[in-house]
């Protein structure tokens, strides 16, 4: 397993732009997908992002897509999740998570990080 370390979370307007980081601690992302999804209270968490360890295969909600984007460095090991002209349903507490492959689907991850909260005001 991998622990997960996330940071970057805050509060910005309505425009704005955030950077979210997840970092590997203990060991690289090889051979791991890494996803980011979202949850407010009350709902079910909402895929946002996911990447593959090697970069090659990216997914991205229909809900971010033109305004977010995910990259991987793998020299450290962390993963990013790039936000753009945010909105104010963006926001959520953001939780990065790693598993054997991408997908949209929660359930498929192993390792979750602890959440990292993002606001954006209008």
């Known amino acids: 397993q991998v622990r997960l370390v996330e940071s970057g979370g805050g509060s910005v307007q309505t425009g704005g732009s955030l950077r979210l980081s997840c970092a590997a601690s203990?060991?690289?992302?090889?051979?791991?997908?890494v996803g980011w999804f979202r949850q407010i209270p009350g709902k079910e968490r909402e895929f946002v992002a996911a990447?593959?360890?090697?970069?090659?295969?990216?997914s991205l909600a229909d809900s971010v897509k033109g305004r977010f984007t995910i990259t991987i460095n793998n020299g450290n090991n962390t993963v990013y999740l790039h936000m753009n002209s945010l909105k104010p349903e963006d926001k959520a507490v953001y939780y990065c998570?790693?598993?054997?492959?991408?997908?949209?689907?929660?359930?498929?991850?192993?390792?979750w990080g602890r959440g990292n909260q993002v606001t954006v005001s209008s």
């Open positions: 998570a790693a598993g054997f492959g991408i997908s949209e689907t929660a359930a498929v991850y192993e390792c």
């Open positions: 990447i593959i360890w090697s970069g090659d295969s990216t």
């Open positions: 203990e060991r690289a992302f090889i051979n791991y997908g």
